[in-house]
């Protein structure tokens, strides 16, 4: 039977949204019920469940260790180091208990969840990699956030399939990539944004296929370009030698030229290297894909993000690959199936309900920390047989109370809302993130990126220095024994051996500020999570994009896009 359109008011902003028939669609096959928030907001929450990649030094509850976290110290539930959680030196099971149909769905499962032991961060799959959180398959990297198979990497969130790349952020296929955003397929690219299979090129946005270029916007299959004029190759090399990028002092005017260059060229309402009835931003190889955002290979999804080999799936944010049919759901990844209102389950999960931090288990209802497991409700073991019968007659008893369907409450998050990736994305106030139920914590507890690994204590503040200008600069002796000053922050910073090699091979001066300063300078980059109408700044169409109106930079349809660069290339 069709499923027909609504419009709703948000229950939060008090303002429209509509659910199309195709999204409506999509609840009905999850047997979820038609959200009353709106998607925005919708992606608020989710995002308030991951962490904004802070670590804290915090004691391990099960051996007294002194561990780092993404958690901090007064979360309301137990943290441990990630090799005693994956051990077997305690079992999740003992914590389980019946469920009471006298009491409150919700606060049955918050005495579990203040129960059960949760790891310190999330690693699967990864070697010789540290300070990282949600990665699979990702080795030899430092500072690595949100990662799928990536290597020889720092500082960087969103890698997919990456190598040996540095200050990116949401990366696909990319290698030697320094000060990148929203690229795919480049190589050996430095301060390049929403481009894709672009080769040596600094200072490039919205390119596609070009080599060797400089300052340029909107170029299809160019080389050696200087503000999208062709030079040829000896005018050009030049032109770069004479910008000379390893003497910072020439980077921090090239930002400045390329933000002046950039200010009247055109960009298109949505960055995806096909349209395929997409919508959202940063979409690469994905058809189908809704009011998505950061995905690639993805079909057939609706409203998610940070998803890679996706297929069919409703609300949601993962990490890792090959999540098939699952909604409601944050950081669920690596062969996941059937997963529902879930958090951080992940390694061939299939069937889960209202789980957190379950991975190799299936049919499990309201679960937490069930490593290999099935037939479990909360965190009870049951027969095949059991199980069915006790879950048929849970979600009749949660749907007569309005209960089932709805993904969980923010308490659940266990991290304030200046502590996560929804703060970073959709950042707010203090006040008003507390009027919308979210904790805020003032603290300044969490531990700087670069002392994860070496710990700095007072006393140490004759080794503080100003970073070097010139890479030459740069002594293998200030790298082992100095501490430099973040020049916006003030906070105190290091430099790894590894970055220091990378800088040198790809003849770039350090930079002079703090990992945390930098990544928030690129998140405020990025255009927002939330899809708008507007008028597009050439001729009169309408176009549904996340760029506003106020957008810095002049927003054309994407068909329109390609005609302009169609008329670049004759």
Not at 161 to 167: F, T
Not at 213 to 236: A, H, I
Not at 559 to 567: D, F, P
Request: charged share 25%.
């Amino acid at each position: 039977m069709a499923v027909k359109a609504r419009e709703k008011t948000c229950q939060l902003t008090a303002q429209p949204f509509s659910i199309s028939a195709e999204e409506a669609d999509a609840y009905r096959r999850f047997d979820l019920p038609l959200p009353s928030i709106c998607p925005q907001e919708r992606h608020r929450r989710r995002l308030a469940f991951c962490s904004d990649g802070r670590f804290f030094w915090r004691q391990c509850d099960a051996t007294g260790e002194k561990i780092f976290s993404v958690f901090p110290e007064n979360v309301g539930f137990p943290v441990v180091s990630l090799d005693y959680w994956r051990s077997a030196q305690w079992d999740p099971l003992l914590f389980g208990g019946d469920f009471d149909y006298h009491r409150s769905f919700f606060e049955q499962y918050q005495e579990l969840w203040s129960t059960v032991p949760r790891p310190a961060y999330t690693l699967t799959g990864v070697s010789g990699s540290a300070a990282s959180h949600q990665c699979w398959d990702t080795k030899d990297s430092f500072m690595v956030f949100n990662a799928l198979r990536a290597s020889g990497s720092l500082y960087c969130a969103g890698l997919m399939d990456c190598a040996s790349c540095v200050d990116c952020y949401h990366a696909v296929r990319c290698s030697d990539c320094y000060e990148c955003l929203h690229c795919a397929d480049c190589r050996s690219c430095g301060w390049t944004e929403f481009s894709t299979g672009c080769e040596d090129c600094r200072f490039v946005s919205h390119c596609t296929n070009c080599r060797y270029c400089l300052f340029c916007s909107g170029l299809e299959k160019k080389e050696y370009c200087l503000f999208n004029t062709e030079l040829g190759k000896d005018d050009y090399e030049k032109v770069l030698h004479g910008w000379r990028f390893n003497m910072r002092q020439k980077i921090d005017y090239a930002k400045e030229v390329f933000t002046e260059f950039l200010a009247d060229k055109p960009i298109p309402h949505i960055f995806a290297n096909t349209l395929e009835t997409n919508s959202g931003n940063s979409l690469i190889d994905c058809r189908h894909a809704l009011d998505c955002f950061e995905c690639s290979d993805c079909r057939d999804i609706v409203h998610c993000a940070w998803l890679s080999g996706a297929s069919g799936c409703l609300e949601g944010l993962g990490f890792g690959s090959r999540v098939a049919q699952c909604a409601q759901f944050v950081a669920v990844a690596n062969n996941a199936q059937c997963v529902v209102n879930c958090v951080e389950c992940w390694n061939d999960v299939e069937k889960l309900d209202y789980c957190l931090f379950c991975e190799k288990s299936s049919n499990l209802l309201a679960c937490i920390g069930l490593k290999g497991k099935e037939y479990c409700i909360l965190n009870k073991q049951y027969t095949k047989k059991k199980y069915t019968e006790e879950r048929e007659k849970i979600v009749r008893h949660l749907k007569a109370r309005g209960v089932w369907g709805k993904f969980f409450p923010v308490v659940f998050s266990g991290l304030a809302y200046n502590q996560t990736a929804a703060n970073e994305l959709m950042p707010l106030a203090k006040i008003p993130a507390q009027m919308m139920g979210f904790v805020w914590d003032d603290s300044e507890e969490f531990i700087q990126p670069s002392l994860v690994l070496s710990e700095i204590d007072q006393g140490a503040e004759e080794q503080f220095m100003e970073m070097p200008d010139r890479l030459e600069e740069l002594t293998d002796e200030i790298v082992r024994d100095a501490i430099f000053i973040c020049e916006m922050s003030g906070r105190f910073f290091r430099l790894t051996p590894e970055e220091v090699i990378f800088y040198r091979k790809m003849q770039i001066a350090p930079p002079s500020r703090a990992f945390e300063q930098r990544h928030r300078e690129r998140v405020m980059r990025l255009p927002p999570w939330s899809m708008v109408q507007r008028k597009a700044s050439r001729g009169s169409a309408q176009i549904y994009s996340t760029y506003p109106e106020s957008w810095r930079r002049p927003v054309v349809d994407f068909s329109q896009w390609r005609a302009l660069l169609q008329e670049t290339e004759d």
